[in-house]
């Protein structure tokens, strides 16, 4: 499967990138245009499902060594984050009016 990326660099700065996968190295922030993620965990043989509805956008960070100091010295290798977000076109409210944002997520044995 292969998606839009949009790699967010800097809080100035952007750039797009097609991919599918890949293990992470370093800093990274990346929001997706798709609506379900798939986080495969190869060590534990599980795959974990985020689906979302509502939000056009998922945003998938991880903060790697230098980026968050209460977390322990290997921590930042054994997580992802991954949000729903209007990261495009953000989604305007306005008073009197209703919308729904889902994000679900499962985890289910890799094939």
């Not at 991880?62 to 921590?75: A, S």
Request: net charge positive; aromatic share 6%; proline share 4%.
């Amino acid at each position: 499967m292969s998606c839009r990326f949009i790699i967010l660099v800097t809080s100035s700065s952007s750039r797009k990138n097609s991919s599918s996968s890949g293990a992470i190295a370093s800093t990274l922030k990346r929001a997706a245009t798709i609506n379900d993620i798939r986080i495969v965990d190869k060590k534990k043989n599980k795959t974990i499902v985020v689906h979302k509805e509502g939000q056009v956008d998922a945003v998938v960070w991880n903060p790697w060594e230098k980026k968050v100091e209460d977390l322990g010295t290997e921590d930042y290798r054994r997580f992802v984050t991954v949000e729903s977000a209007a990261v495009e076109k953000p989604i305007t409210v306005n008073p009197g009016q209703e919308w729904k944002g889902v994000l679900q997520m499962s985890v289910v044995p890799s094939t």
